[in-house]
């Protein structure tokens, strides 16, 4: 697979949507706070994104939520977001306790923020990088 390339292959990767404005902001926030750069961040829409989806059968159209790649099991929705909190630095891992809460209310709180991203935050025309060259 093209993005465990060289040296890239032992961290862990976010798939998100690229051209979600608010996945932009946070994707950005990220980039912030891993100084030490434990996860790769993967665009959706990239080549590489693309791929991935299909290796694990989902279905490459579908950009409703972000996955998480931990190197041997996918994660989605707000399981994606607890995993990728476990490879972030203090203070921010403490945001993990959002498990405790019942995984069918995180679901359903991340399918309507989802559904509703674009029409609060907006859509990108394309698919902008992150500023990051950690890649």
């Known amino acids: ?51 991935f989806m299909l290796q694990h059968g989902l279905d490459p159209g579908c950009l409703d939520s972000v996955l998480f790649w931990d190197g041997s ?13 476990t490879f972030m630095p203090l203070p921010w891992r403490w945001f993990r306790a959002i498990k405790w809460f019942p995984k069918a209310w995180r679901d359903r709180l991340y399918a309507w923020v989802a559904a509703n991203r674009y029409s609060w935050f907006g859509k990108r025309h394309q698919c902008q990088l992150p500023h990051d060259s950690r890649n």
């Open 73 to 85: 099991q996918v994660s989605e929705r707000s399981d994606a977001i607890i995993s990728l909190l």
């Open 1 to 51: 697979m093209a993005e465990y390339a060289g040296t890239k292959r032992d961290r862990p990767i976010l798939y998100y949507d690229g051209e979600c404005q608010l996945c932009h902001f946070w994707v950005q926030f990220l980039i912030r706070i891993d100084r030490k750069h434990r996860c790769r961040l993967v665009s959706l829409q990239a080549a590489d994104g693309q791929t």
